[in-house]
């Protein structure tokens, strides 16, 4: 085989669905055992299906190399893996994606990881833009100071939303 031995150890282990976790493998032996189970004809689909070990294999190694893996997943066409590693690629930041990366993921998954990361913004400020709650006004918290309180919020959170929108 022209492939490693970790490379070989993972296909085989892949074959007979048993776990490579113990061999800790790199996220780029990963990534060569997979394009290599194409090359052998293997279902590459159905031995990186949700549940099986390959599958937590990845999952195992996306919080330490997100693009890595989600790229691995967009090549295949992995719905659920992708879905299964979006939340570590929140750390990504989309201005250090070179043109190689995005050509290697592809239009259809890069455009899933801007909406990602875009819907993330939108929901911070879903949440923020809610001022906090009034209540009955009392002897040191009357209209006046929850007012100023409300102005405060509202000033915070402009704030804070325009540095995430133009990445301050």
């Known amino acids: 085989l022209p492939e490693t031995s970790t490379v070989a150890n993972i296909l ?3 074959v007979y669905d048993m776990s490579t976790q113990q061999f800790r493998p790199s996220v780029f032996d990963v990534v060569a055992a997979v394009d290599a189970m194409r090359k052998y004809g ?8 949700e549940g099986t070990h390959m ?7 996306a919080p330490s190399s997100p693009l890595e893996c989600y790229i691995l997943a967009a090549n295949h066409r992995l719905e659920e893996l992708a879905v ?3 939340p570590y690629l929140l750390l990504i930041t989309l201005s250090e994606l070179t043109d190689e990366t995005a050509m290697r993921i592809g239009p259809v998954y890069l455009r899933r990881l801007f909406f990602l990361h875009m819907g993330r ?3 911070l400020k879903r949440i923020l833009l809610t001022p906090p709650g009034s209540h009955p006004t009392n002897a040191e918290c009357g209209f006046f100071e929850q007012r100023s309180l409300k102005n405060a919020w509202a000033l915070a959170v402009s704030s804070l939303t325009w540095e ?3 990445g301050a």
């Open 42 to 49: 293997l279902a590459v689909p159905t031995f990186l299906a």
């Open 55 to 61: 599958f937590t294999l990845i999952l195992s190694v």
């Open 164 to 166: 995430v929108k133009h």
């Open 84 to 86: 299964a590693i979006s």
């Open 12 to 14: 085989f282990h892949t």
């Open 121 to 123: 913004i939108e929901a």
